[in-house]
């Protein structure tokens, strides 16, 4: 594993632990370069596909779900660690409906389920993108929802 500090190749696990009922490791890691510590995460590949607005289909990617989800949570005052449940949570529900293809359509939708509960302006901020508001009054209406 690659040192986010130093960029050394080598390090040790000090310590392992379960997360989401099994679903995912924790590892926290020492580099044998500079000593500095930090956290890893695994989690099981799902061989689930993706099919886009456009009829693409294309691999499910945690690091582009994640990466939408902190868009949304720019300036917000949300923990790593809570934004990476928030993830996990939305993976487990797409392979909970047990199909090889889920639309992006439902994943959004579950995203902004979660999002709402969690922070009501990111979930504000990824409606916008999602839902693609062509215009204030559709934004209006669904703040008026909320």
Do not use: W
Not at 16 to 31: D, F, H
Request: charge should be positive; charged fraction near 40%; hydrophobic fraction near 35%.
């Amino acid at each position: 594993m690659k040192c986010p500090y130093c960029g050394h190749l080598e390090d040790k696990v000090v310590d392992s632990r379960s997360k989401r009922e099994g679903a995912a490791t924790r590892r926290r890691r020492q580099c044998l370069g500079c000593g500095r510590r930090f956290t890893t995460y695994e989690y099981i590949e799902a061989p689930l596909s993706v099919r886009k607005h456009d009829g693409r289909r294309e691999p499910f990617n945690r690091s582009k779900l994640r990466h939408g989800v902190e868009l949304a949570l720019t300036k917000r005052t949300v923990s790593t660690e809570a934004v990476m449940k928030l993830v996990s949570e939305v993976e487990e529900e797409c392979l909970k409906l047990e199909v090889p293809e889920v639309a992006s359509s439902d994943i959004g939708a579950i995203v902004m389920k979660k999002l709402k509960s969690l922070d009501e302006v990111a979930y504000i901020r990824f409606a916008s993108v999602y839902r693609r508001f062509e215009d204030a009054g559709e934004f209006r209406k669904e703040l008026e929802r909320m």
